[in-house]
């Protein structure tokens, strides 16, 4: 099924998507070192080399206007494609297009288009106003001064910047410093965003603030959003598809209901009885733990065997019921299911 | 796209005066440090020439002159990209060089704007120093019109080279992650080699002879030798040449050495 | 805590860890001790060429003045050994290592000198013991046993010496990056004015490296009371004699306000 949604959308013409990724392959090679001092001369002298793949065969798109977010646990290749994106990283194979420009060949073609953040690194000056870094990159960017004023004060309203623009960038909070180089990244009003991990160790409040910009600029600008991020609450907030990478291949390619369906362990019924009951469970359900009056219910056999409904009305006809609850495993668990099942798939 | 580079040539350039125009206390500081440090050198060349009148070719007024104009250029040179968190290994070590490589600007122009407006911040100070001492009679003035020239010539192309070395100390750093001790040994070589502590004509034959053989003289040595009328006039074409050439091998060096360098970027952090 | 054996047993083995951790990057590890070596072999040549060109400096034969540049320079390679984390707090504070010091059952002090292996040092040892070695060769003194246990009290008391003045500077660096601006101009001032008496300078110079900062002690004093040059020392001799105490007295004031200064450590990272 995956590999369908996947298949479909390549087909899709290229005009469609502001992020084509076709067949990606990046192979880093690096010395390995061998211990003690005759390993350390032969790693002066005739190196041996270990050829490491980071993204093995990675193919996805993203429409114009679509926030995407690529998910996978650390190490699985997420960053490398988010460099050969900006043209930082030239694959060893396959290629990739950004807004109608390959990023490796024309990188400075492709900087005009994209804007990024990358978690806590800071693109701006650090014993400098935040406002005097912007107008560095105004000038970098050649903004022009009608559009720098005008896109500054939709910044300032959005993002609230102006109480501290005019302090020293060393001197702001996490949460500051991030949303100064959010406005940073979009001051030259790229069509397309990469975000990595944006909202890393930020508070509540100014993770929320976040995520309205983003929201905000990919409804009303009609921007693309490329977002990598470990926090859930993100995802489900904010991204309608994700893609899941995992040892450098895609595990999975669509939204997050597809996502639950595939790798949640579907539901789960609490159940609170008058008094202790021997009687058997209801068919189609199985019994996952008792506790004198307490009992947790799963479906027998696969997650849609028995809709939830149908379960609850078996369970109050058999059982004296006192108090019911049901869970769904949240976005967490399915992760953690994804990210075990990938690695029983292709084991490193 | 080359009217678009001169301003942001000309925004870049200015960080650094504009970082130090922010921090008063910082520049106070430095002129405090550069007042004291020329004092100092003052007092121990002038001290040390207390029982001799000539040593080295170069008399009492000579030598304390070529000691002041080498603490004015090299001194302010050393302004506070460190705690700015702006220096290539800081950038490196946190990961913002990448940055450097997804601006429209390449990484490469953006240094050269950054580092020459170092330059010209720190000769400002240099000249209003220089002024300062003139009128106070601690220096001479050059001795002929010529010797003036000769040094103006040779000053700029050692600003050049200069910039070229510095450059290629930076460039080490996408190879020496860990820490700067490429950076220190260059800066230091740099120092001595130059003739920023004392002017070469001091030193055993064997020390000048390998330092004719190396660039770094170029920046300091030679300038401030036509200045102070050590060199004559008649060397300056040969000098000249000397330079030149170190200017167009760096220059070949330091640009190959950027096209690595892009892809060392990626080597570093996840 | 723990008795005094098993905490420097710890120490020793921290020492073990962070060497290895530094032949990890063996051309680094190279290079510093390079940098060691070459920096004070040109402080050498420097101060050679100076004795060479400008003899009979303040009336002090060329022997015992190669003694005072020995002595400053073996009490700089302790220094280097024992104490010179401090000189770069800054950048401990910056990159945020501090914090995690704050946070171990461990004298914080210590355990920024125990941050980083000083292979650096190894280069000064090298260098410093030569020259001393050569200093003592060529000095005319019959070395009877006060001599000999004074030289090494005068070793101690240099080391300690700078490492009050390290440790007083980086007081600052824990509440302002820039500071270590100051350091490295106070290692340069050191470096340029510790290797001669200094009493061929201005009574103000001398005054101010004797006061402000204690310069003197660390060399000039105590050569001066060995060799029999005790006169112009613009202290008592008794004073010049006790510099070893004085070294004592001023690095347990200096640790007094480091520790001072750490309790009102905020945090530079924000």
């Given at each position: 099924m995956t590999q369908m949604s996947t298949l479909d959308r390549l087909s899709r013409?290229?005009?469609?998507?502001a992020i084509e990724v076709r067949r990606l392959v990046k192979t880093f090679r690096t010395a390995r070192r061998s211990p003690g001092v005759r390993g350390a001369l032969r790693a002066l002298i005739a190196p041996e080399l270990e050829s490491k793949t980071a993204v093995d065969d990675v193919s996805f798109s993203v429409a114009t206007g679509e926030l995407l977010a690529l998910l996978g646990p650390n190490g699985a290749g997420k960053s490398t494609t988010i460099k050969v994106l900006t043209g930082i990283l030239t694959p060893t194979s396959g290629q990739a297009t950004v807004a109608g420009v390959v990023p490796y060949r024309e990188r400075e073609r492709n900087a005009r288009n994209i804007g990024a953040v990358f978690g806590q690194r800071t693109q701006l000056w650090w014993d400098l106003p935040a406002r005097e870094s912007f107008r560095i990159l105004r000038d970098i960017y050649g903004v022009a001064p009608g559009d720098y004023k005008a896109r500054m004060r939709e910044f300032d309203e959005l993002l609230e910047l102006c109480s501290f623009w005019d302090t020293r960038v060393r001197h702001l909070s996490l949460g500051q410093r991030v949303r100064c180089d959010l406005a940073a990244a979009l001051l030259h009003d790229p069509p397309v965003v990469v975000l990595d991990e944006p909202t890393i160790g930020m508070d509540v409040v100014a993770k929320e603030q976040v995520r309205e910009l983003l929201r905000h600029q990919v409804e009303r600008r009609g921007r693309t959003v490329l977002l990598t991020t470990h926090d859930m609450t993100e995802v489900e907030r904010l991204a309608e598809r994700v893609v899941l990478i995992n040892h450098g291949r895609i595990v999975l390619d669509g939204t997050l209901t597809e996502m639950r369906e595939r790798f949640g362990r579907g539901w789960r019924v609490h159940v609170t009885l008058t008094g202790p009951d021997e009687r058997p469970c209801p068919p189609g359900l199985t019994v996952l733990e008792r506790d004198g009056a307490r009992l947790v219910l799963g479906p027998t056999g696969g997650a849609d065997a028995v809709p939830t409904h149908q379960a609850l009305k078996r369970i109050i006809e058999r059982y004296e019921v006192m108090d019911i609850r049901v869970e769904e495993s949240d976005l967490e668990d399915v992760m953690r299911a994804a990210y075990r099942d990938a690695r029983q798939e292709s084991p490193a | 796209m080359t009217i678009l580079a001169v301003p942001s040539g000309w925004r870049t350039g200015a960080i650094t005066a504009v970082t130090e125009w922010h921090s008063p206390s910082r520049m106070t500081a430095a002129g405090l440090r550069l007042a004291v440090h020329l004092f100092l050198v003052v007092c121990l060349w002038h001290a040390l020439y207390a029982g001799t009148t000539v040593s080295a070719g170069l008399t009492e007024a000579q030598a304390v002159t070529y000691a002041v104009l080498a603490v004015l250029i090299v001194r302010p040179r050393a302004n506070d990209r460190y705690s700015a968190r702006d220096t290539v290994i800081q950038h490196i070590n946190f990961g913002t060089i990448v940055y450097w490589f997804l601006r429209p600007l390449p990484a490469r122009r953006y240094y050269f704007f950054r580092a020459a407006g170092d330059q010209v911040y720190g000769l400002a100070w240099a000249l209003a120093g220089y002024l300062v001492c003139l009128a106070a009679g601690v220096l001479d003035p050059p001795p002929s019109a010529g010797a003036a020239l000769a040094f103006a010539a040779t000053f700029a192309l050692g600003q050049a080279v200069t910039y070229y070395l510095l450059l290629l100390t930076d460039q080490l750093c996408f190879w020496t992650i860990k820490n700067s001790s490429a950076v220190d040994i260059m800066m230091f070589t740099q120092n001595l080699l130059s003739g920023a502590y004392a002017a070469l004509w001091f030193f055993p034959g064997w020390f000048q002879a390998l330092s004719a053989a190396l660039p770094f003289q170029a920046t300091i040595n030679v300038p401030l030798s036509f200045y102070v009328g050590r060199?004559?006039?008649?060397?300056l074409p040969g000098q000249l040449a000397l330079q030149g050439f170190w200017v167009l091998l760096l220059a070949a060096l330091t640009r190959f050495l950027w096209t690595r360098a892009a892809g060392r970027v990626v080597a570093q952090g996840g | 805590m723990r008795g005094f054996l098993p905490a420097w047993a710890l120490a020793l083995r921290v020492v073990g860890l962070t060497f290895r951790a530094q032949l990890e990057y063996r051309g680094e590890f190279w290079m510093r001790v390079a940098l060691g070596l070459a920096w004070q072999t040109s402080i050498i040549v420097f101060a050679t060429v100076l004795l060479g060109r400008f003899p009979g400096m303040g009336g002090w034969s060329s022997d015992a003045v190669l003694m005072i540049a020995a002595v400053r320079m073996l009490g700089h390679a302790f220094y280097e050994v024992f104490f010179g984390r401090v000189g770069e707090l800054a950048v401990l504070v910056q990159e945020g290592r501090f914090d995690a010091f704050l946070l171990r059952p461990l004298p914080v002090y210590r355990q920024v000198q125990l941050s980083a292996f000083p292979s650096n040092a190894l280069g000064d040892l090298l260098v410093g013991g030569s020259l001393f070695a050569w200093a003592v060769w060529s000095i005319e003194l019959e070395w009877a046993p006060w001599q000999i246990a004074y030289i090494v009290a005068a070793l101690v008391g240099g080391m300690l010496v700078e490492a009050a003045v390290f440790t007083a500077l980086s007081s600052l660096h824990l509440h302002f990056p820039s500071a270590i601006t100051w350091s490295y101009w106070t290692e340069e001032l050191m470096t340029t004015f510790?290797?001669?008496?200094?009493?061929?300078?201005p009574g103000v110079i001398s005054g101010a490296f004797t006061?402000?900062?204690?310069?003197?002690?660390?060399a000039y004093f105590p050569v001066a009371v060995l060799t029999g040059n005790t006169a112009g020392l613009g202290v008592p001799v008794a004073v010049a004699a006790a510099a070893p105490l004085i070294g004592l007295a001023a690095f347990a004031g200096s640790r007094v306000l480091w520790n001072w200064s750490l309790t009102r450590y905020t945090g530079v990272n924000g």
């Open positions: 013409p290229a005009s469609e998507s | 060199l004559p006039l008649s060397e | 510790g290797n001669y008496p200094l009493k061929i300078l006061f402000v900062v204690p310069l003197a002690f660390v």
